[in-house]
């Protein structure tokens, strides 16, 4: 029976069925950040396509791919697909924003008709990760969201996580205030709870009023020394991923796949929301999407039961603690997480938000980013909105 064949990009073969292996019938791209975060992660995506090559009786290739930059997936897929088609693979694996591109360039397939029921309600509460203009274009895969981690210190009270509940505990916050894109995550979330919305075809909306309360308290955090323009130094909690296995009285921004990692080198690191206005629970959804590279009508039944096997049960559970990230499916958090974690991840991945990325919300991101940028930098909050409302043109 034909089994995986297995290859890194420098083709280093990790299973061989035969001297002159057959071409495969399923050629699967990995993203490096996932295949190469560890021995343990890269076997556990070839033995979960072993164990479904096995099942179809076919061939399997994977290849890892960088996951962005020159010579990543995206821009290989660009290239590929107009001199070398056969180069190009039956899956992937897409964060959103490069979904987003592939999806305007056409260099990928849409989901709905070749997805089963079972599967597209299972994903439920992620699929708008991997949906464009309300069409599915990939499958939810691994996700990830933000939150904040402490190390509780003595006679320190940490029940609440409004703005005023942050200003009376009087610890310092340390979290990613740059943006590569648009605003930060943490200042998205606080501006959507203050009361900022998305219009129905789905632009973000500018809301001064919403702006300034987010602003205020930030103002009244630098003011107090619990924040400074040093924050704006990172654009990800990565770059400072290291410093939560010793937190000390920091209450730092971080992603779930950082804070249980860390766990295992301080496990008394506590979880809690992004602070906002009321103590909304919220978060960014960020993460993973399987999508369908190929055209073939033949392939892509093949590639679609791939897509669902890689997706359920103990395969995504595997895959996801070797790497210390979310599935996709609510239901299985419990068998990842333990109870106080799961109901904990449930409830921000049923309520996190999708940033949106296109021109017009990009503008308002950037405006509030801008005045956000200012604040830590001295200024007073009615005068950065001001400024972000003349940007604008309101």
Do not use: K
């Not at 099942?55 to 897929?77: F, K």
């Not at 930030?218 to 990172?234: K, V």
């Amino acid at each position: 029976m034909r089994r995986l064949l297995a290859l890194l990009a420098v083709s280093i073969s990790l299973h061989l069925t035969a001297q002159t292996p057959a071409p495969p019938d399923l050629t699967i791209w990995l993203p490096d950040t996932l295949a190469n975060f560890s021995t343990d992660a890269l076997s556990a995506f070839g033995a979960a396509t072993d164990d479904f090559a096995v099942s179809q009786n076919i061939n399997a290739l994977i290849r890892i791919r960088r996951a962005s930059e020159a010579g990543g997936i995206l821009s290989t897929l660009r290239s590929a697909s107009s001199v070398a088609p056969r180069a190009l693979p039956t899956v992937t694996l897409l964060r959103r924003s490069d979904l987003l591109l592939a999806t305007q360039e056409r260099l990928i397939e849409p989901m709905p008709s070749l997805l089963t029921q079972s599967v597209a309600q299972a994903v439920s509460s992620t699929r708008r990760l991997c949906e464009v203009g309300g069409v599915l274009m990939g499958i939810p895969f691994l996700v990830d969201v933000q939150h904040v981690a402490y190390l509780p210190q003595p006679d320190v009270e940490y029940d609440g996580w409004r703005f005023e509940d942050v200003l009376a505990r009087g610890l310092p916050l340390q979290f990613a205030g740059n943006a590569t894109i648009g605003v930060n995550p943490t200042v998205y979330v606080q501006y959507m709870a203050a009361g900022g919305r998305i219009d129905e075809q789905g632009v973000l909306q500018y809301d001064a009023v919403a702006l300034r309360q987010v602003l205020d308290f930030y103002e009244a955090t630098r003011e107090a020394d619990l924040i400074d323009e040093q924050t704006l130094l990172f654009t990800s909690p990565a770059q400072y991923a290291a410093a939560l296995s010793a937190a000390g009285e920091r209450q730092w921004g971080t992603l779930a796949s950082q804070y249980l990692r860390a766990l295992t080198f301080e496990p008394d690191l506590r979880f809690a929301p992004i602070p906002t206005p009321d103590g909304t629970l919220s978060t960014v959804l960020e993460g993973w999407c399987w999508v369908l590279v190929s055209r073939d009508e033949r392939t892509q039944p093949l590639a679609v039961d791939y897509i669902t096997y890689m997706s359920s049960g103990s395969s995504v559970v595997t895959l996801a603690r070797s790497v210390w990230m979310l599935p996709s499916q609510i239901a299985l958090l419990a068998d990842v997480l333990d109870e106080d974690q799961a109901a904990f991840y449930t409830e921000l991945i049923t309520n996190a938000l999708i940033i949106p990325l296109d021109a017009s919300s990009v503008a308002v991101e950037r405006a509030i980013q801008e005045a956000f940028r200012a604040v830590l930098n001295g200024s007073r909050a009615e005068e950065a909105v001001r400024a972000a409302s003349a940007l604008l043109g309101g």
